[in-house]
């Protein structure tokens, strides 16, 4: 049994119930064997894998707040540190029922190869709770965040572990978890990325993962003699990183004709007129079926199937595990030729190998999305040095890490003769350069 297999093992064995975080090892494991089959004895001497795969530290804790009607609620908080050799913790929080430990590690373990891309002193981490700020109040939401933090707090800080937002953790919940953070620590420090200009945001974070997304797909479909120009694109989710891709995407001249939310899809042949789409989502907090009532052309399915919309480039936005393998092949019989994820871990594996293997270039969520995150480090960068910065100089830095970023990948897979497979070329990237951080560190 190899190396890797020994550790994937292990990791099954010891964490029990955890799906998305097995998967995630495995793929990343899956990947790595070409460059841990180099160096298996120095590797395995070190443990390296072994610690790897480990969170440096997982704090879980119980939050407790009262809702309008006076009745105490209690959710579970969490905050995964997972890997801190080449800088502090750096990761979302998440606020959505579904959030359970096993997703945060899977989110964090990601986050480390990430943030390595980003050739930023950033470490790996992720938290959140199974909290659901959809249908509460502001005074609710509030009331949630400043319990949250009151227990985070003490583990994290602009030189520890710096989160951002995610999934649920948008400027009003950075806002009172900042303010509360302030409050109980009486400290004004870049501790939260994603904060308001008003007090020590960044231009473009906003836009930055969506915008991410569009850079390093225009990267690949340069160095495969290919452009944006009059493409068709389908684009899911409608949050934050759908919106700001379909915005990049056609100023870049594509046509963007189909969006969705967890209730299903929208087609526009016209291309979307994604005015209507902040408006309904950004605004009013809509469900994205409105857009087929107040627009002409445009039709809504309930459901899921977005994938049967005829494209060339498909990036899913939305959440883990939204494509599976017979949307892929639906996917490929109808000609599309790019998959980025604009999420994380949006495809299934078997999904992601029968792209592969079918002709469709694709790039994964740790490369691809890693605009969000590295528009946070330049904000914190910032607010160390207690500076503001511009939005063309913030988003010409995105664009050239993301150009960065896609070279590092495209290279990783060159060197180990997988040229086009960036799949194990972002795992090889990012790995290196934490490992070389981690063997410099000593056994820690």
Not at 166 to 178: A, M, P
Not at 297 to 305: D, F, I
Not at 418 to 432: C, K, M, S
């Amino acid at each position: 049994m190899s190396y890797t297999e020994e550790v994937y093992e292990r990791v099954v064995a010891q964490n029990p119930g955890e799906p998305e975080f097995h998967q995630a090892v495995k793929e990343v494991l899956d990947s790595l064997k070409v460059v841990i089959d180099r160096n298996e004895e120095k590797y395995r001497s070190l443990s390296i894998l072994e610690r790897l795969v480990e969170p440096e530290r997982i704090i879980s804790f119980r939050v407790p707040w009262v809702d309008d009607n006076g009745t105490v609620q209690v959710n579970k908080g969490y905050r995964v540190q997972f890997n801190s050799a080449i800088g502090p913790y750096k990761g979302g929080l998440r606020f959505h029922p579904t959030v359970n430990q096993s997703i945060l590690k899977f989110l964090g373990f990601e986050q480390v190869f990430k943030n390595s891309l980003t050739g930023l002193p950033i470490g790996g981490g992720k938290g959140g709770s199974n909290f659901n700020p959809k249908g509460k109040s502001d005074r609710e939401v509030m009331a949630f965040c400043q319990s949250f933090m009151t227990e985070l707090c003490k583990y994290i800080g602009a030189d520890t572990d710096v989160p951002a937002g995610d999934i649920g953790v948008g400027g009003r919940e950075i806002g009172y978890l900042f303010g509360q953070y302030k409050r109980v620590r009486d400290l004004y420090e870049g501790v939260l990325t994603g904060k308001g200009l008003t007090y020590g945001g960044s231009l473009i974070r906003t836009e930055a993962t969506g915008y991410g997304v569009v850079y390093i797909l225009n990267e690949l479909m340069k160095d495969h003699s290919d452009s944006l120009d009059g493409k068709t694109v389908v684009v899911t989710g409608s949050g934050n990183v759908a919106i700001y891709a379909v915005q990049k995407a056609t100023q870049l001249g594509a046509k963007v004709v189909a969006m969705c939310d967890s209730n299903g899809y929208i087609y526009d042949p016209n291309g979307i007129n994604l005015d209507v789409v902040k408006d309904i989502k950004e605004v009013k907090r809509g469900r994205i079926k409105e857009y087929a009532d107040r627009v002409e052309g445009a039709t809504y399915t309930e459901g899921v199937g977005i994938w049967n919309i005829k494209c060339d480039v498909y990036l899913p936005c939305a959440t883990q595990n939204e494509l599976d393998v017979d949307g892929v092949k639906t996917l490929v019989a109808n000609g599309c030729k790019y998959i980025v994820e604009g999420a994380n871990m949006p495809t299934t594996r078997e999904a992601t190998e029968y792209a592969m293997d079918n002709g469709i270039l694709f790039l994964p969520g740790k490369a691809a999305n890693a605009g969000g995150v590295a528009t946070s480090a330049l904000e914190m960068s910032q607010n160390s040095q207690r500076l503001s910065w511009t939005s063309d100089e913030v988003d010409a830095k995105l664009h050239q890490i993301m150009v960065d970023i896609y070279a590092k990948i495209s290279d990783a897979a060159k060197r180990y003769d997988l040229t086009d497979n960036y799949v194990a070329g972002a795992n090889i990237a990012g790995f290196e350069k934490v490992v070389d951080a981690m063997i410099a560190q000593g056994i820690v």
